[in-house]
Nanobody
Framework: QVQLAESGGGLVQAGGSLRLSCAVS???????????LGWYRQYPGKQRELVAT???????NYIDSVKGRFRVTKNNDRNTVDLIMNDLKPEDTAVYYC?????????????WGQGTQVTVSS
């Protein structure tokens, strides 16, 4: 099992920056081997969408709208995964969720944090 605790959301003006952090804990074999970690966001009345993920091998994946502005990074010593957001735009306003995937042969389970609100004013 994996527990995820987000922090760092808030209100920022357009063009500003925020850093979201997710503390990862639980009864997994090793933080380094968690298959995928990252961040999703959800707009009111919409499904969650992938923002950025980082794999156990540290390969990253970003939604097109945040490429060049956001960076996802994980710290294997602190068991954290962060989302560094620069040049924020009003359309980035959403609830952001930390995400973890554990997968093996015959097993796949996703875990989610409680979410943190990011509001970007114009």
């Amino acid at each position: 099992q994996v527990q995820l605790a987000e922090s760092g959301g808030g209100l920022v003006q357009a063009g500003g920056s925020l850093r979201l952090s997710c503390a990862v804990s639980g009864t997994f074999r090793s933080f380094r081997t968690i298959n995928n970690l990252g961040w999703y966001r959800q707009y009111p009345g919409k499904q969650r969408e992938l923002v950025a993920t980082v794999s156990a091998a540290r390969s990253t994946n970003y939604i097109d709208s945040v490429k060049g502005r956001f960076r996802v990074t994980k710290n294997n010593d602190r068991n954290t995964v962060d989302l560094i957001m620069n040049d924020l735009k009003p359309e980035d306003t959403a609830v952001y969720y930390c995400y973890a995937l554990l997968a093996a042969v015959g097993y796949r389970q996703e875990f989610w944090g409680q979410g943190t609100q990011v509001t970007v004013s114009s």
